[in-house]
């Protein structure tokens, strides 16, 4: 699952339970990455940034729960902050920011 944002490009990694971020050449459309991957819940699934693109979401379908990471635009990186448990989360009706 990937997610394009103008100057990110963010990509949740099943198989190792990261998410990776690259940067976007607006020219060519090439892609950098940013720094390693990130930590999250097992098998991430869905991303979501917020519209002031300070945060991102990744819905960790495996452990039932969303990881959340600030972004530092000035830095290019992505930040894990928080863990969020969702205890009864009904995959059927999506999640949103």
């Not at 699952?1 to 998410?19: I, K, L, P």
């Not at 892609?31 to 940034?49: D, F, Q, R, W, Y």
């Not at 290019?76 to 448990?85: E, G, K, Q, Y």
Request: hydrophobic share 40%; charged share 20%.
């Amino acid at each position: 699952m990937r997610w394009v944002c103008s100057q990110f490009v963010y990509v949740a990694n099943a198989g190792d339970n990261t998410v990776s971020a690259y940067t976007v050449d607006p020219a060519s459309g090439a892609l950098a990455a940013v720094g390693t991957p990130v930590k999250t819940g097992m098998s991430p699934h869905a991303i979501c940034e917020t519209w002031d693109r300070t945060f991102v979401f990744v819905a960790n379908e495996g452990s039932n729960d969303i990881s959340a990471f600030a972004i530092e635009l000035r830095k290019w990186r992505v930040d894990p902050r928080a863990r969020l448990t969702v205890s009864r989360w009904d995959r059927s009706q999506g999640a949103g920011v």
